[in-house]
């Protein structure tokens, strides 16, 4: 099969398309043809192996897969350790699920993890109610096109989306922002506040790090919380000094998406089933983002961290 394998650590370079045995599935196990694989913005720490979980060499990076089974069904699923970006894949039954008609292998891979990180930010680590202002970093991505409408639908009283260009911040007022900041704001903190109408916010989703955290706790209201999900920047933030934590009331929370698959009550698969309703109901809308051949694997890299991208990055295992 053809397949991305990585032999070095290192940046987009080291992605180089192979020939590999095809996967077999042991008992308990799926063979998926992947149509479509998904491209996260993990995918550049696991390559330089700067990722939470370490990675171990050689490897086939990419966690999310779109295709059918042997037995005919579409299906869409996170891949335990990578292997995503290849023609076929191994997955656990227990991390796919079934694409219902009317939503499209692109649009299920935006919410398998960019989605389900947005719906779980919201719902797990915020907790989010109804009239409080949410702050989207980074919210022409994956993760941020899908947390302005989740927050918009769970009835923010006020979202307000950071992004780096004026085509990503119209963007994001089409998908429900009632107010937009430049990323490159010398000031966050005064940024974020001034849109919040000179209130301090009550909620922040950061997946920045460095500068834009720091400036970013030091917008938060009493009681305002701020939910930390990766580092783009690959800056990190000044270290959170616990009494002002007190001082302030406030709240700094980290989440990895891995960790949902172990609370009770199917959180993950509760997640899906929403957002799947959402996307058959036109109402949510996954960006689908630029789609590359699966040779080109290496320009979908260089052009993510380049932060020129918008929406869900998908390589065609067919092209």
Do not use: C
């Not at 790090?209 to 580092?231: I, K, Q, W």
């Amino acid at each position: 099969m053809r397949a991305i394998q990585i032999t070095e650590f290192g940046g987009p370079e080291v992605l180089t398309p192979t020939e590999l045995p095809d996967p077999e599935a042991g008992p308990g196990q799926l063979l998926v043809d992947v149509a479509r694989s998904g491209v996260n913005f993990a995918d550049t720490h696991q390559a330089e192996n700067s990722y939470l979980a370490p990675s171990t060499l050689p490897m086939v990076p990419g966690a999310e897969i779109a295709g059918r089974t042997a037995d005919g069904r579409r299906v869409v699923g996170l891949l335990n350790g990578g292997g995503g970006y290849a023609e076929k894949a191994v997955a656990d039954p227990n991390m796919t699920f079934e694409i219902p008609e009317g939503v499209s292998d692109e649009a299920a891979l935006a919410l398998v993890v960019q989605g389900a990180t947005a719906w779980i930010l919201l719902r797990k680590s915020v907790r989010m109610e109804p009239g409080e202002s949410v702050v989207v970093h980074a919210a022409a991505g994956g993760v941020g096109t899908l947390a302005v409408q989740l927050a918009a639908h769970f009835g923010a009283g006020r979202v307000i989306a950071v992004a780096s260009s004026e085509d990503k911040r119209k963007l994001a007022l089409e998908l429900g922002a009632d107010a937009v900041v430049d990323s490159a704001a010398p000031d966050m903190t005064a940024a974020l506040i001034e849109a919040n109408e000179g209130r301090r916010v009550d909620i922040v989703l950061d997946m920045v790090g460095g500068r834009v955290t720091d400036e970013s706790v030091r917008a938060l209201a009493p009681f305002g919380r701020l939910a930390f999900y990766g580092m783009a920047s690959r800056e990190a933030p000044k270290p959170v000094q616990l009494p002002n934590l007190m001082r302030f009331s406030t709240s700094v929370s980290g989440m990895w998406l891995p960790h949902a698959w172990m609370l009770p009550g199917d959180v993950v698969g509760t997640a899906m089933r929403e957002m799947f309703t959402l996307v058959t109901e036109g109402r949510l809308r996954p960006i689908q983002g630029r789609s590359y051949p699966l040779s080109e694997a290496r320009r979908a890299h260089e052009d993510l961290r380049g932060r020129g991208t918008i929406g869900k990055l998908t390589l065609d295992t067919t092209a």
